[in-house]
């Protein structure tokens, strides 16, 4: 039973545009959410996470947004650049328990195009 | 320079053979784990560990071996027990408690 989901496989994005990656999941537990970008061969690094007490947190370039009613949160980077091009992973965790208890999504596979 | 070093990158072993895939950490942080990642898939916890001499078994435990003698350290053994042990392998660490944790660059294993 797939808790968190990334129902898209791929993205492709022009260069200077918006890209939105979308996460869903099942579990009312979940109360804290993190996105990772991951390039080919390498570990994930973190990227920007989001509490269940906020519905937006933005760093730079990348903002999350998270709809507790709907369980749906999503990833938008704007402006995109070539250096996005990466596999970007969902994950959610109740928030107590540790890090044991996250839990990731397959991944949306980001193409930006110059 | 901190961080977490996996080695080898690659790694090439015949089926029945166990291995040992590498771990290090000079973060001083207290939990370690270990992710396996297979193509389309999410990454699954394998063991993880929060302090030394101590270690719990993740979702799919079977067919793996774990130690934490060092705080350092949390090397992964894929035994021969494991029926698909091609796959890439992640370790992670983290400060108990905190929610984000930081990955290594993974190790490939391939099983011929």
């Known amino acids: 039973d797939q808790q968190v989901k990334q129902n898209s496989p791929s993205l492709s994005v022009q260069e200077g545009r918006i890209s939105i990656l979308n996460c869903d999941y099942t579990?009312?537990?979940?109360?804290?959410f993190l996105w990772y970008k991951k390039y080919p061969a390498e570990g994930p690094t973190f990227l920007i996470s989001?509490?269940?007490?906020?519905d937006k947190n933005e760093d730079g370039r990348f903002t999350v947004f998270l709809n507790k009613s709907a369980k749906h949160l999503s990833l938008h980077i704007v402006p995109s650049q070539p250096g996005d091009s990466a596999v970007y992973f969902c994950a959610a965790a109740p928030n107590s328990g540790g890090y044991q208890k996250v839990t990731f999504g397959t991944g949306t596979k980001l193409q930006v195009i110059p | 320079d901190g961080g977490i070093t996996q080695s080898p990158k690659y790694l090439f072993r015949k089926e029945g053979q166990n291995v040992t895939l590498s771990c290090e950490q000079n973060?001083?942080?207290?939990?370690m784990y270990w992710y396996r990642q297979d193509p389309g898939q999410g990454l699954r916890l394998i063991y993880y560990s929060q302090i030394v001499n101590d270690f719990q078994k993740g979702d799919i435990a079977e067919g793996y071996s774990v130690s934490r003698e060092k705080k350092e350290s949390f090397p992964l053994t894929v035994t021969s027990a494991q029926k698909n042990p091609t796959a890439f392998y992640l370790c992670a660490s983290n400060v108990r408690g905190v929610t984000e944790a930081f990955f290594g660059q993974g190790t490939r294993l391939t099983v011929v």
């Open positions: 989001i509490s269940s007490i906020k």
């Open positions: 579990n009312s537990m979940f109360d804290y």
């Open positions: 973060l001083n942080h207290d939990a």
